[in-house]
C-alpha cells in the first residue's frame, strides 16, 4: 500500500473527528481568518491529507511539536490518528490558540496549546521535543533556527515544502551544520487530483544547538543563516 492510500484510510477511520474539525474549522473562519480553502474535498486534501503524509516517520508516543500551527496544520491531523503522540500546538496570533482550544473538547482529545512566537517559546522548551514540525511558515534557514533548538539530540524536524524544497535545502546547508542538524531525506508526495507536489524534509539533530540560537528581534528572517 502507498503511503497516499494508507493516509487516506487513516483519514476514512477517522471520519467523525475530521468531519468536526472541519465543521468547526468553517464556521470559525467567517469571524477569524483561518484558511482560503474552504471547500470540503480541498480541506480534506491539501490540509487533511497534507499533514499526515509522513505519519511512518514520526516513532511511538513521540512529543511533537507544531510552530505556526495556524489552524492546527500539521500537528493535529496528526494527533487524531496517532494519539500516542504528546502534541503541542505553537502559534504568535492568539485567535488561532483560542480556536485550537475550542477544538479539544469537541475532538475529545488530549493536547497543548501555546500562545508564542517560536523564538520565545524555545527560552522555556530548549530540546525537550522529538520532533517537531511546521508548515508554511519559513523558508528552510529560518524555520530551521526556530525548531532545531526544541529538538532533542537524536530528534527529527520534519519541514513541510512544496516545488522549491531543493533550492531552499541548498541554501540551508550551513544553517543545518551550525544548528546542529544533518539532512537526512526529502519525501516527495503528488497529492491526487493533481492538486500539486508536496516534499518533506527530514532534519536530525545530532549535536546541542549553541544556545545563542533562536535569536531574537525577528533575526531569524531578518538576517537569516546563510
Known sequence: MNIIDKCEQLIFKN?????????????????VNLTAIVEKNDVYTKHFLDSILPIDYIPANAKLVDVGTGAGFPGLPIKIVRNDIELTLVDSLNKRITFLQNLKNKLNLNYSCEHSRAEDFAKNNREYFDVAVARAVAKLNTLLEYLLPLVKVGGYVLA???????????????????????YIDSLKFKLPNDIGERNIIIIKKVKNTPLIYPRSQNKPKTNPLN
Open 15 to 31: 471520519q467523525k473527528l475530521f468531519d468536526i474539525y472541519y465543521q468547526n474549522l468553517i464556521s470559525y473562519n467567517e469571524k
Open 160 to 182: 513541510y515544502k512544496a516545488t522549491n524544497a531543493d533550492s531552499e535545502l541548498i541554501e540551508a546547508k550551513n544553517a543545518i551544520s551550525v544548528l546542529g542538524g544533518e
